[in-house]
Nanobody
Framework: QVQLVESGGGSVQAGRSRTLSCEAR??????MGWFRQVPGKEREGVAV????????YYADSVKGRFTVSQDNAKNTVYLQMNSLKPEDTAMYYC?????WGQGLCDPHPGLFTHWGQGTQVTVSS
């Protein structure tokens, strides 16, 4: 049974940092993505990484502040979030899937077949 287990959410003050973790159990992924959603808004692809770690994607809204990384030994992907802003407040989901080919990953939701339960991040000003 495939499980994506997220952790690390919580409340944090603006300007501070937070790290989210996503452990993939029972699944060998090629692409792992972090998405976020606020009620009433579309889900946003925040960051994506391929299993080789050589390719990453970041949404413009988080470039320079967020970093996605992986620990293959733990089959875990991290999202390091720095300089958090109130507008980063959302439910964050990790998702895993196969690449389009040749390790190509992007935030297209159709690429991701398995999703975590979500972890809430709340940034206060």
């Amino acid at each position: 049974q495939v499980q994506l287990v997220e952790s690390g959410g919580g409340s944090v003050q603006a300007g501070r940092s937070r790290t989210l973790s996503c452990e993939a159990r029972g699944y060998v992924w090629q692409c792992m993505g972090w998405f976020r959603q606020v009620p009433g808004k579309e889900r946003e692809g925040v960051a994506v990484i391929n299993s080789g770690g050589g390719s990453t994607y970041y949404a413009d809204s988080v470039k320079g502040r967020f970093t996605v990384s992986q620990d293959n030994a733990k089959n875990t992907v991290y999202l390091q979030m720095n300089s958090l802003k109130p507008e980063d407040t959302a439910m964050y989901y990790c998702a895993a899937g196969r690449s389009w080919g040749q390790g190509l990953c992007d935030p297209h939701p159709g690429l991701f077949t398995h999703w975590g339960q979500g972890t809430q991040v709340t940034v206060s000003s």
